[in-house]
């Protein structure tokens, strides 16, 4: 097949909209996207410093590479990058590594935070006596320290890899589940003291998308998964979705119309509230003590693990 | 398995709840769940003349049993049905004489209402020619003639068999298509002139239930499908949530509550509109020209079809 824009050969097809991409088309195409969602939602703006979560997987070392490519030759704005170390044997090592060669290369600064030198535990201890999923300690401690090392270190906006295929599935999930709070929270939010503004400039484009204008762009991405990878609910919600948008193509996309139409209501009804400073640590949470602090307090009874008082970050 | 209640023998697990359930206790907990869900939502209430949609499938034969055997005791209300004759070769004729021997049965009045007598075309010949889906026509044509039979019988409410796996197909669907109006038309409307108000007894039970309920209670059940019946994405979505609803049950109830939190906030961002009598028929519509009326303007010039001036039903 030929491209739909010229007479060179097509690399990709884009059902949604029957287009055919070559090389240099697609490229295009994708940095319009993104930078179309950057600019449409505010994303970036002048003076921002602009952490980039960094876990060295395929989706992140794209959005470091997008970033820095797209937006370093600004001198209004400022780029590093976090990777965490959950501690995960066989796994996290590797992805570090990769990590750092990807900062090296871009010439930014790049600070790993480990979950076991902040909390004195690895992820692997926690949960091998922990009572919850891997991913429902992951994510907290993870949020955590990603969110506290980008205000230490002053950044004004959080950049995460997620893509459309994982907004439609939380959106999708969120609604299965009636849990319209959660929905409500996936709309931007209004900045937060303490809380760094998180964005997600990939949210429009396909997961496919990211992957293929990495593969074209010639970065060296890994796609090992993480072991503990499994959450049942979001598996069958991401089958479905597949299969989906197979059939009907640009179903994902729908789904995202579906929670922008929504937001205004979802505005009025679930507003966002203000955030208080956990009793324990001083973090930003709804509740009276964060989440981290209180799965440290069931924890603690099974394991030694301790809170996080001052950060500890190693700058590559 | 013993019942949850009694020392009986179980016939059925509520997956959902755990509980298991011998006949006596299933058929009890049917009846109150139901005679609940319309109580709460106000679905039946004195001086009311409920028209019932009977096709004379599993579905309806078991909701007219249903609500004359629950409900004809009280000197307040009324009930009659109706069946739509869409004019389907080797499909209706039969379900029609199955209605009619429900009605037989239970002394209630009867009105068989054809397509062809009243547009001057069956289903088949629409089918034929029309360049919509067979579904697309048959709802249309099946509700302008449920709603106008039944209001030119006086009917205050106009009950239809829907259960909570159409209904969550369909907020799914919805929800998935970015189609917010749709959505909000789900929730219960406020009385329009004209039109009869919906009311859908069944919506808070699976169809797995109904269908037992329908069996236990020894009703003759046929289970012949519609031979149009394709409906591509709602087949999708509908084995979709058949497996998530075997993996994690609940989740239909789950979709349900969705809309009624959804409900508030959809009733400002959408509010339901006045509507209006359609220019050609006089019936009641959202748009200038009803529906049916449009469908009868583009047909006309493929086969011989008619307005349905005035209305033409069989009692039966």
Sequence with gaps: MKCSYCNRDAVYL?????????????????????????????????????AIALSGGKDSTTLTHFLIENYSGRRDLDFFAITIDEGIA????KTVEVAKEVTRELGI?????????????????????GKKSPCAYCGVFRKYL?????????????????NLDDESQTILM????????????????????????????????YEREVVIYGMLKGYKLIFDECPYSELPMRATVRDFLYEFERE?????????RSLEKLSECLKITNPQIDLNNCEICGEPTSQKVCQACKFV?????????????SLVYEKV
């Design 297 to 309: 307090k069931e924890l603690r009874e099974e394991i030694k693990i301790e809170h996080c008082r």
């Design 174 to 205: 969120n609604f299965i589940n009636a849990d319209i709070d959660r929905l409500a929270r996936l709309i931007p939010q209004r900045e937060q003291e303490d809380l760094v503004m998180r964005i997600k400039p990939f949210r429009e484009v």
């Design 90 to 93: 066989n796994y996290r090592h």
């Design 14 to 50: 884009q059902r949604y909209s029957g287009k055919h991409f070559c090389k240099r088309h697609f490229i295009s195409f994708f940095e319009k996207k993104v930078r179309g969602t950057i600019k449409k939602h505010r994303m970036i703006e002048t003076g921002d410093v602009v």
């Design 109 to 129: 600064d790049h600070y790993v935070v480990s979950v076991e030198k902040n909390f004195g535990a690895t992820l692997d201890e926690i949960v091998k006596f």
């Design 146 to 162: 990603l969110n506290r090392t980008a205000r230490e270190l002053s950044a004004t906006k959080l950049a995460t890899a997620h």
């Design 248 to 256: 009907r193509p640009g179903r994902k996309i729908s789904i995202l």
